[in-house]
């Protein structure tokens, strides 16, 4: 059974970050995690993308679901594990090789899911997966899963603990990788506060761009602060 569930979308930056930094925990407690769906165009399905988001939310959101069903199909044939593989190939390229590789992406999640598959070594063909709605079912239903879980007013990660009785809460959403040190103690103070009964939230808006080079923040950088409400960054004049 899995210490952690860890619920992402492949297009959301900060489950990316979090996720490297839950990867680096793993590989010194031995930890296992199932990494698990939760789809921000599903979430968003009743909103207006033009006057709640700023441009390019809803393309994003978009290949994100359709990555999304490519990784629903990796688990049918490859398990947890190739789920695991896939997600650290898709947020290495979409993150982590500069922004060419992010617009890439979003304008033809097909092309790039065939060259995620590959270096993850997995099937190429399961990128045939982006265009059909054989697993948004599964997709929803983890999705719904997520937030009974925390509640509705969340985001991107939601990390449930010790499932399936321990707590799941939204977040922690972190701009810069700890180090390997630093991402223990972090975990340690984390977990902490996911045990004390009756514990719901801390909560801070303003949020830096996170050290990703695909958001023009290298490592050993630190990225603008912006104002995030209600899921995503605040427009100048809101």
């Not at 979090?18 to 599903?42: D, G, H, N, P």
């Not at 009785?165 to 902490?192: K, M, N």
């Not at 045990?195 to 949020?207: D, I, N, Y």
């Amino acid at each position: 059974m899995a210490d952690l569930h860890f619920y992402f979308d492949p297009v959301c930056p900060f489950a990316w970050m979090t996720s490297k930094w839950v990867r680096e925990v793993a590989s010194q407690r031995s930890y296992e995690v199932e990494w698990r769906f939760i789809s921000l165009r599903m979430v968003n399905a009743e909103v207006d993308y033009a006057t709640h988001f700023p441009p390019g939310y809803e393309q994003s959101h978009s290949a994100g679901l359709a990555l999304l069903r490519v990784a629903a199909e990796v688990r049918r044939h490859d398990g947890p594990a190739g789920v695991a593989r896939l997600y650290a190939a898709v947020g290495a390229g979409i993150f982590e090789e500069g922004r060419t590789s992010q617009t890439a992406a979003l304008a033809d999640p097909r092309v790039f899911a065939a060259a995620a598959l590959a270096f993850a070594g997995l099937r190429a063909d399961f990128a045939d997966a982006v265009d059909t709605a054989a697993h948004d079912a599964l997709i929803a239903a983890e999705t719904d899963e997520a937030l009974r879980l925390t509640g509705r007013d969340v985001g991107t990660p939601i990390l449930h603990f010790d499932p399936p009785a321990g707590t799941a809460l939204f977040g922690p959403v972190i701009s810069r990788l700890p180090s390997p040190e630093s991402a223990v103690a972090l975990w340690d103070h984390v977990v902490a506060l996911s045990r004390f009964p009756g514990f719901a939230e801390l909560k801070r808006s303003l949020r830096e761009v996170p050290q990703l080079p695909a958001l023009g923040v290298d490592p050993g950088q630190v990225g603008a602060e912006e104002d995030w409400q209600q899921g995503h960054r605040r427009q100048t004049g809101d």
